[in-house]
């Protein structure tokens, strides 16, 4: 089990921390406003700190030092930066993922005090949770009209899938893989080839009627 700081509660943050907490790991939401806050612990249960997460104080009573994983998603870049050093600071061996709003601060964010940045504009839950999850698997599109899904499943860093092929996955019954996706972009229909680490694989699979 894990434990995830997730700082900056909003849509994206909040199914995050749905997922990880449904994968079994232990979640802390940090946001300033009373009003977040309420929505996590109604949602979820009382997961969440009223604070600032560049906060020092505040870091220390959501248990920075003991957390595996610190993610800044507040949709503002400053505070981003500013909260990923200082848990940093405070946890060195921590593993601080950022949300990059704006593309002009890239290069800010591209130093040793962050493990991984995500642009807004990426399928930012899915990119994420599958650095820290051994895989994800998310739903992408549904075609209510002929009962099937397309979905995305996404190979972690240290997941059991890496070095498999696909027909050694276990996909859900009468699934079809539609493609896989390198993390450099790269689309293949080469199926006999093996997983690496954060590829992607598309397929389609049959909901109930």
């Known amino acids: 089990m894990l434990y995830i700081i997730i700082a900056g509660i909003n849509n994206l943050s909040y199914q995050l921390g749905e997922g990880f907490i449904t994968q079994g790991n232990e979640v802390t939401f940090i946001d300033p406003k009373q009003f977040n806050a309420d929505r996590i612990e109604k949602s979820l249960g009382f997961l969440s700190i009223l604070g600032n997460s560049y906060n020092k104080k505040t870091l220390l009573e959501a248990g920075i030092n003991r957390a595996d994983y610190f993610i800044a998603a507040h949709q503002n870049d400053e505070n981003n930066l500013v909260s990923c050093q200082i848990a940093k600071f405070i946890n060195s ?29 990426e399928i930012l839950g899915n990119s994420i949770n599958s650095y820290i999850s051994d895989y994800s698997n998310m739903n992408i599109f549904t075609d209510n009209d002929n009962y099937t899904e397309i979905r995305i499943m996404s190979a972690g860093t240290d997941s059991r899938i890496i070095g498999k092929s696909v027909s050694e996955i276990e996909l859900p019954n009468n699934s079809k893989v539609i493609a896989i996706i390198s993390s450099s972009g790269n689309i293949s229909h080469n199926f006999s080839n093996t997983i690496n680490s954060l590829d992607k694989i598309i397929f389609q699979v049959p909901i109930n009627k």
Request: charged share 40%; no cysteine; hydrophobic share 40%.
């Open 93 to 121: 061996d921590i593993k601080v993922i950022t949300l990059l709003n704006s593309k002009k601060n890239r290069e800010i964010f591209l130093n040793d005090d962050f493990d991984y940045m995500v642009d807004y504009d």
